[in-house]
């Protein structure tokens, strides 16, 4: 009967408490469901680079907290092309990371729902295909490395096993045989003596070391397409060095194409072949890396480059940004940077402002665009 | 150049560990930080670089009094910190600030700014309300933020506000030296921008002394007039920030400038990936770097090698056997 009585009053304690949480309203303690809501207002009919491995298209990402709409992603195009390696560049906040995890609808619902565009992964869009495929393709042609290899491994079970469980859900095997493969991947990732190290767990190996297994584990299925996101922020620059010439040498082999999130310009001349720069939500420049960081066109592009400090240049004035990206419920009319840019002009806030191509690849959402001949 | 020391750290020691079970078996000791010698001069910014765990933070903590060494000493002006600290950590306080890596954690989320801010006011400097209230609107002056904001709590504001809050509170009581342990590694870049220029001015203006801790060699490098690299609790090399960077001679300090992506810079050089890490619990008796060095010989196995300087330049010093001379390819 105490037994009884006490319970029912931690429940009622519990409900009560639940329902004064702020953070309930948000979503955030109900349970997501396994893939992102997609309710797509408008889906695009043509894929533009039919050759290309991944193909993304007027991708629209939004939050529903309460009776705001958080646009986190608001139209992103961009597509992969086997082998290639392209970077997405930008501040905290700035939609890089939901970009990425829309694609495979790792976004938790709710509050996220993807409400625009398609994403096509050779000729199948993925946000059309069904729950069950999507899980198929999870780990199998499309394959996540995360920041942090200690929260994505399992502390638990051993390395090994976690691989032969990469492996063996995706394709029929013995587990000698699944064992014999994991252990040729770790070798692949460069580990030493592979099959020692699979009965070793994750708090027993250094943080390169564990990072490698989780690039191991994305190689596992021989994927088409593997995105990381900023694989190598929480790495030492040792380490930070072997792990993005491991990937170089990697999607050279493989011919995979990598999806590579960061906000360090250096890491990117390191690894990537072409480089997307997003502010707010959207797109603001691409080119090749080489145009972008020698010439870059938008005057965010210019700034983000120059308040960084620069290896050998100390006595370079940071030019720090002044002011803060504007928050994604309450985006303003044309341009987003506006508010924070030395060139602004009276008509930049005014419209949707296009990204505009500047030949051979090089686009820039930008209505009075630097000067290729100031540039540099 | 000519500026006496105004710390003086020598040969400092700190041990994890050690000490003996009930029965008197022996546990296993780290040593985090071993016989490191450092001077800070009046208005230098010594920067201190070095790869996780190899000591920065202990050696940080040592200097402000948040632990005491098991060895060694380490003075400012001519007087014990750690016999200092103990009597009367107040004192210390007041001539020794830290500012924290994470800048949100590091502030107390049930306190206003304001309250955050007068506790060293009061605490350390016992001013009046009056005085009080005057000076709270110079330090949030002092670091570009508006006297509105000091009413609010912690949560309200960014990475990068926080931060400066922090540096803050660090400035009321007046210090003399302020240690830096990490203070933009956890900021966006173009947020670290502004702290770093608002670092550099509060240093012009109040004559500080900084102690800059980082694993961002090029921060490193822009802040620093001085820098030491540390590796697994020793110092590797010591110098000025322009001969560090411009001519390295400890072969550890060659791979980090290596390692470091620069934009531009299209190919990285990695170190052989199978090299294995010294063992903390168990060092090797001579150079710690020995297994990842490309120049090491017999000698380097056998015994640590002192700091010795470089030729023409009595302030360049690096701990190895083999330095790399100027003029020469690593």
Known sequence: MIFVLVMSINLLGDGVRDVLDPRLKSGALTRPVARTTVERKEIPEERKHPDSTLEVSDLKTEFHIGSDIYRAVGGIDLHLNPGECLGIVGESGSGKSVTAMSLMGLVPTPPGRISGGAAWLEDEDLFAASDERIRQLRGADVAHVFQDPLSTLHPLFTIGDQLIEALMAHRPMKRAEANARAAELLRLVRITN????????PHELSGGMRQRVCIAMALANDAKVIIADEPTTALDVTVQAQILSLMDALRRESSAAILFITHDFGVVSAICDRVAVMYAGRIVETGTTREVLEAPAHPYTRKLIDCVPVLGAPDRRLDAIEGRPPVVNNLPDGCAFAARCPRVRSDCGTGTIPLSPLGGGHGVRCLYPLNPDTRS | MTEPALLKIENAERVFGGGHTLFGRQLPAVHA???????????????IVGESGCGKSTLARLIVGLDTPTGGSITFDGIDLVAEAKRDPRKLARRVQYVFQDPVASLNPRKTIRTILETPLRHLLGLDRETREERLKELMDAVNLAPEFLDRFPHEFSGGQAQRIGIARALAADPEVIV????????DVSVQAQVLNILDDLRQRFGLTYVFISHDLSVVESVSDRVAVLYFGRLAELGTAQRIFAAPRHPYTHLLLKSAPVPGKRSLIPEDANTELPDPYNPPPGCAFFARCPRGTDICTNAQPPLSAAAGHPEHQAAC????EENEDA
């Open chain 1, 194 to 201: 592979p099959a020692e190290r699979l009965k070793s767990y």
């Open chain 2, 33 to 47: 930080v071993q016989g490191i010698s450092l001077n800070v001069r009046k208005g230098e910014t010594l920067g």
């Open chain 2, 180 to 187: 830096l342990d990490e203070p933009v590694s956890a900021l």
């Open chain 2, 321 to 324: 056997y083999h330095p790399v």
